[in-house]
């Protein structure tokens, strides 16, 4: 019996497929490249001397290695951090142009001129653990939002919301933009009224 002959494949066009998918794939194809952020640096200016900062100004905190808290270089708990650094930024210790007409705390001439000059200072160890880390800095946190809650509800009595309610208003995408753009000029004064000036200091290790 003889053997049948196996058909022959017309392969003519497989060029020209493959040509067409090659097209396809270069069409279609992204290639992501990496990308910085955008930004436009400032003109060459005179170098100026940094502003004079009175010590008095500077709330220092610091966390050891072992996790204890110090503040103004005295021992002091995580759950006493708030108030005292509340104390602090609200203490309204200024006199003439440096007085704080709004400021409701003890008025300490030792202490703070005005929440626009008390700055924050915040050092801790490289050994300190992540844990008591985060919890100084909510704290801290917390001390601003505190004082702009108050000024916020005393300021906008009308709006029946503090100044944390207020920013998540304003930043949720759900808002309207009319009520947005009426926010946003709220939220900016009262965060004038108590700038947030919080510096972290490089961590050292003893």
Known sequence: MAKRSAPEVNA???????????????????????????????????QVDPPIIREKNIFTVLVSKNDQLLVEEELADIADLRSLAVAFLDNGGGVGDEACDYCQGARDEASSDNPDKAIISLKNDRETSYKVYIAVQNELVAAYNDLRNREFERLFPNLEMNFVDAQKQYEDPRTTPETSEELKPKLDQVKAMYPQKLSEAESTKN
């Open 12 to 46: 003519g066009s497989m060029a020209d497929i493959a040509f067409l998918l090659l097209i396809f794939f270069l069409v279609t194809t992204t290639i992501e490249t990496d990308s910085g952020l955008n930004r436009k640096l400032p003109p060459m200016e005179d």
